[in-house]
């Protein structure tokens, strides 16, 4: 609680951060451009297992240098709000000193949320919408989008947030070409 009471966050390595000298997370640029692919494609519709397979096929390396994605990292990345510069405490806790063991915090303690704790890889927008598409896929994708999103096929194009049009596999095709993964 003192911790939290004089804003010390404790952050974990994560993928596309460094800590600076004084624990602060700063941007890792080559790892930043996995995290944003990872969120551009969920956006584009792909699974975390679709994600997965795509990082290990094109060479990605994992936070701790493994070459073979998971869903669940995938998951995880997806879920963490650190990527859109917040930072949530207390995720969980630890009842006992006794035993160690960890649970997830679902109101027992105080949470505590820092927004724009430390510069953001993906916007709060995007992050928001990836929030909004996981949840609904939890229910069969019945009730958030229109039904021409849901069903459609992995068209070659499609508009991504009104701004701006990707081409997710001209983008996979920079991105190899940009880590040394092929053309």
Excluded at 74 to 101: A, M, W
Aim: with cysteine; aromatic share 10%.
């Amino acid at each position: 609680e003192m911790r939290f009471s004089h804003g010390i966050v404790l952050t974990p390595v994560l993928l596309g951060y460094d800590h600076d000298d004084e624990g602060h997370l700063t941007i890792n640029t080559d790892e930043a451009k996995i995290v944003r692919l990872i969120f551009f494609l969920y956006l584009f519709g792909y699974t975390c297992q679709e994600i997965a397979d795509t990082l290990t096929e094109i060479g990605c390396e994992t936070k701790k240098g493994n070459n073979v994605w998971n869903p669940g990292s995938i998951l995880q990345i997806l879920r963490n709000e650190r990527y859109c510069g917040d930072v949530l405490t207390r995720k969980t806790f630890t009842p006992s000193y006794l035993d160690h063991k960890s649970r997830k915090n679902m109101g027992d303690r105080t949470q505590h949320r820092w927004k724009d704790r430390h510069e953001p890889i993906i916007s709060r927008d995007d992050f928001i919408a990836v929030q909004q598409l996981i949840n609904n896929a939890k229910y069969g994708n019945k009730g958030i989008l229109p039904e021409e999103i849901i069903n459609r096929p992995f068209a070659e194009k499609m508009f991504f947030r009104a701004s701006y049009e990707i081409d997710i596999e001209e983008e996979t095709k920079k991105y190899k070409a940009l880590v040394g993964g092929g053309s």
